[in-house]
T-cell receptor, first 114, second 114 residues
C-alpha cells in the first residue's frame, strides 16, 4: 500500500539554526499538509498546500516557517531560526483531490532543539 | 471552550471486551469525522471516517456520529492485544479553500490485556 515517507526520523538542531524536514507524499495525491505534536499535547494543524501554493495556515505557521514542493515528489517544511518551543513531532499528510478525502500520515520527524 | 475534547485515559480492558471511545466537540461546522490509531513512535493511521450523522461499520469497528449532541464514538468489538494503541478523533469542516484541516482530540491510550 502506498505510504507517506518522512526524513529524517529524528533531527537534533541547535537553537537558532535552520532546519528542513522532508516528506514524500503518496504519488497521486494533490493536497499536502504539515501538522505538529508537542509531547503530551494534541496534533495541531500547521499548513496546507495545493497547486504549488499555501491553501490555509494556522496562527502557529508564522514567518519562521515556509513550505515548498521543489520537485514532483518532495514536500518540505523549513524552520528558519529554530526556538526551543519548536521541539515536537512533525507529521506530513497527503490526500487526493476533489472534495473531502481522508488524509494519510507519515511516521513523523522528531525535532529536538537544544 | 476547547474545540475537541477526548478523555486521554489510559483505558485498560481484558481481551475480548467491547471498547467504547468518544469525543465531544463545540464547532457545529464540523462535517467530517475520523478516527485514527497511533502506535508508539508512528504516525496516525486512518481507521474510519464518516460524513455527518449516522453509523458506519468496518469489521470489528463501528463509528457513530450524533451531530445534535456534538458527540462521536468508536466501538471496538472483540478487542485484541494488537488494538493497544492511542486512538485519536479528528474532525474537519469545509473551509472553502479546498483543503480540509483536521482538528484533533488529545487521544485515548488503550491497553488490551491478554
Amino acid at each position: 500500500e502506498p505510504e507517506v515517507t518522512q526524513t529524517p526520523s529524528h533531527q537534533v538542531t541547535q537553537m537558532g539554526q535552520e532546519v528542513i524536514l522532508r516528506c514524500v507524499p503518496i504519488s497521486n495525491h494533490l493536497y499536502f499538509y504539515w501538522y505538529r505534536q508537542i509531547l503530551g499535547q494534541k496534533v495541531e494543524f500547521l499548513v496546507s498546500f495545493y497547486n504549488n501554493e499555501i491553501s490555509e495556515k494556522s496562527e502557529i505557521f508564522d514567518d519562521q516557517f515556509s513550505v515548498e514542493r521543489p520537485d514532483g515528489s518532495n514536500f518540505t517544511l523549513k524552520i528558519r531560526s529554530t526556538k526551543l518551543e519548536d521541539s515536537a513531532m512533525y507529521f506530513c499528510a497527503s490526500q487526493t483531490g476533489g472534495g473531502f478525502q481522508p488524509q494519510h500520515f507519515g511516521d513523523g520527524t522528531r525535532l529536538s532543539i537544544l | 471552550q476547547k474545540e475537541v475534547e477526548q478523555d486521554p485515559g489510559p483505558l485498560s480492558v481484558p481481551e475480548g471486551a467491547i471498547v467504547s471511545l468518544n469525543c465531544t466537540y463545540s464547532n457545529s461546522a464540523f462535517q467530517y469525522f475520523m478516527w485514527y490509531r497511533q502506535y508508539s513512535r508512528k504516525g496516525p493511521e486512518l481507521l474510519m471516517y464518516t460524513y455527518s450523522s449516522g453509523n458506519k461499520e468496518d469489521g470489528r469497528f463501528t463509528a457513530q456520529v450524533d451531530k445534535s449532541s456534538k458527540y462521536i464514538s468508536l466501538f471496538i468489538r472483540d478487542s485484541q492485544p494488537s488494538d493497544s494503541a492511542t486512538y485519536l478523533c479528528a474532525m474537519s469542516a469545509s473551509s472553502g479553500a479546498g483543503s480540509y484541516q483536521l482538528t484533533f482530540g488529545k487521544g485515548t491510550k488503550l491497553s488490551v490485556i491478554p
